[in-house]
């Protein structure tokens, strides 16, 4: 059984195949089995041209996607979850595509941002905040070969140009689709400024 709007559809779909004699591609519709149960499928229609030229027939073919739609939504719900809980993470959490361009931050993260650059967020490049650019290199080496970076300390400078020190965790996911860095960022700056003033004035930049 299809539901009324499908069913329409799918006569407005034959129609079109008798005025143009051409094949429509696939798409999606819903039906309900003897159970009561949907059913989601992909179909198309593929006119029988006779000896006159006329379409005389039309062929429905279609294959059920039921089970590819519901694995959909499963990982969009379960992607959205993420999303919850990483927006309500204390700790600023990004998702960051090759490019350097962001595809997900929360407010923790853009706390930090707020402090190093006046730019939109939507228009920053991570690799614009590190003291030395030569560093997120050094990090992404690692990451290829390792598959995850733990507690690493980075240091960026913010925009007095004074530094701001961050320990970092980053792991490869695929998220929406799409191959992400999943970084999570905490602030140790005041840490690091105890530990190297009592290094006797002895200091190290980059990545630790």
Not at 73 to 82: D, L, P
Not at 174 to 182: A, D, I, Q, W
Request: hydrophobic letters at 35%.
């Amino acid at each position: 059984m299809l539901f009324r709007s499908h069913a329409a559809r799918s006569q407005s779909r034959d129609r079109e195949v008798l005025a143009t004699g051409q094949i429509v591609g696939f798409y999606e519709e819903t039906l309900i089995d003897a159970q009561g149960r949907r059913r989601e499928w992909l179909t198309t229609k593929v006119p029988i041209i006779g000896d006159l030229g006329e379409v005389s027939h039309i062929v429905t073919a279609g294959y059920e996607v039921s089970d590819l739609k519901r694995a959909e939504r499963e990982v969009r719900e379960r992607e959205q979850q993420i999303r919850s809980l990483l927006e309500s993470s204390p700790i600023g959490v990004t998702m960051t595509r090759r490019d350097g361009s962001l595809k997900f931050w929360n407010a923790r993260y853009l706390e930090y941002v707020n402090r190093l650059t006046t730019k939109p967020i939507e228009k920053i490049d991570v690799r614009d905040f590190y003291r030395n650019p030569g560093d997120r290199e050094a990090v992404i080496a690692e990451l290829k070969q390792n598959g995850k970076v733990r507690d690493i300390e980075i240091e960026c400078v913010d925009m007095q140009g004074d530094p701001l020190w961050v320990s970092s965790s980053l792991d490869q996911i695929e998220f929406e689709g799409e191959r992400v860095t999943l970084g999570w960022f905490y602030e140790v700056t005041d840490r690091k400024s105890t530990r190297l003033n009592s290094s006797h004035g002895y200091i190290s930049y980059g990545v630790f």
